[in-house]
């Protein structure tokens, strides 16, 4: 009662009920709640119009300012909801409902009740090949939705963005293959991911994501005819920074610690640039080749030469002795 108590209510989301929060950003905050209509459990991200105040007037800026800031604001919300409403994919996460108020817009969207990647490297240090895999395979294929059939990239593929739906417990034999069995006899072992099983991997937050290319017309977005070169290259490059973000992601999950680490930001900038990691001992002793080899493929410098999704999908860490860990009916 004294936690429903401190929850915030919204003028203009009467429909839903929050009961929790999930996770907090700069100008969003996500909370667990009902929708009342439909009676399901959801995940509603609310973002503030901090920039526009009571009296629809924008505070800290320049009066000049003012009309181009809301009109931005506005844009960059709406291309959220429209990267989400386009992207049906079982690996993205879906957009359910879309509203605002006065003072701030309302996504609804599917519930991941297992909550973020981030926290289950956490909680388990580090995740054995089987489960990698397992994640990376999915994350793979909903980069390769937004990619090639919305010509979208992420631009923000990173632990915090990938969340799990849980689905029911796996039987305990499949389980015990995908974790090390070290780590059970040290008790660490859990029974699934996020309280419910593993199962469905989602990715969300398309707040930074791009549109790069037009479905419609088939061509580079921006003026056909007079696109430059560099525009038509670029969305080659762009694509390739999500790839990037995957092999930082798998390196992570393996080991338990990023690739690229320092404490002062000009000198890992640096270590980006220069793409300076290295598979460090003790912890990448007992991982296989296979699994060095396409970070390798990922964590390369040069753009070009870097790993599309579907050389990812193609490479033999991911599709030899691939195991599917199919939800229990
Ligand atoms: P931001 O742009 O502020 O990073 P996100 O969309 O990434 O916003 O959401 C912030 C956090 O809220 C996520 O990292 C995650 O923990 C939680 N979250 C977001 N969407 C969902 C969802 N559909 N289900 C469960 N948790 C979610
Ligand atoms: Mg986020």
Not at 171 to 193: A, C, H, L, T, Y
Not at 199 to 217: C, M, R
Not at 311 to 316: F, K, N
Request: charged share 25%.
């Amino acid at each position: 009662r004294l936690r429903k108590r401190r929850l915030p209510s919204y003028a203009g989301l009467e429909r839903f009920e929050i009961m929790e929060k999930l996770g907090d950003g700069a100008f969003s905050i996500v909370y667990k709640a009902k929708d009342n209509e439909t009676g399901k459990l959801v995940a509603i991200k609310v973002v503030r119009k901090h920039e526009i105040d009571k009296h629809g007037q924008t505070q800290h800026l320049h009066p000049s300012m003012k009309k181009k800031t809301r009109a931005t604001e506005r844009a960059t919300i709406m291309k959220e909801v429209q990267v989400m409403q386009s992207g049906k994919h079982k690996n993205l996460v879906q957009l359910l409902h879309f509203s605002e108020s006065e003072d701030h817009y309302f996504l609804a969207m599917e519930l991941c009740q297992g909550g973020e990647l981030f926290h289950q490297i956490v909680k388990m240090t580090y995740f054995s090949e089987d489960l990698a895999r397992h994640v990376i395979i999915q994350v793979a294929h909903g980069i390769r939705h937004l990619h090639e059939e919305c010509g979208v990239v992420h631009r923000d593929i990173k632990p915090e963005n990938i969340l799990f739906e849980p689905i029911p417990i796996i039987p305990s034999k499949k389980i015990k293959n995908m974790f090390d069995e070290d780590k059970m006899d040290e008790g660490q072992f859990q029974p699934g991911i996020g309280g419910g099983g593993i199962g469905l991997v989602k990715i969300a937050d398309f707040g930074l994501s791009k549109v790069i290319w037009d479905q419609s017309t088939q061509t580079p977005c921006g003026t056909v005819g007079y696109t430059a070169p560099e525009v038509v290259r670029d969305q080659r490059y762009s694509k390739s920074v999500d790839m990037w973000a995957l092999g930082c992601v798998l390196y992570t999950m393996l080991c338990g610690f990023p690739p690229f680490y320092d404490e002062s930001i000009p000198a890992l900038t640096q270590k980006v640039a220069k793409g300076q990691y290295t598979f460090l001992s003790p912890w990448w002793d007992p991982i296989s080749d296979a699994a060095k080899d396409l970070i390798t493929h990922l964590l390369c410098v040069d753009a070009d030469r870097r790993y599309t999704v579907d050389e990812v999908l193609r490479h033999p860490w991911i599709t030899k002795q691939q195991q599917h860990f199919e939800p229990v009916p």
